[in-house]
């Protein structure tokens, strides 16, 4: 019965990990892709004029 306790974690944590890989390919594009887009743009966006405005009064 040892190799049984041996072999249930790593299972366990295989199922676990093709739940999770399942989840984001299934969550990936569909009606919220916009928006999520959107999101990244304006926090790059934001990140970027942020690192252009410190970087003025060093010019």
Known sequence: ?????????P???AVFF?????V???TQGGANKAKEDAVVD????????????SASPDA
């Open 11 to 13: 299972v366990v944590m």
């Open 24 to 26: 984001i390919v299934k």
């Open 42 to 53: 304006a926090a790059l966006a934001r990140a970027e004029s942020t690192r252009q405005a």
């Open 1 to 9: 019965m040892d190799y049984v306790s041996a072999l249930v974690p």
């Open 18 to 22: 093709i739940g999770v890989i399942r």
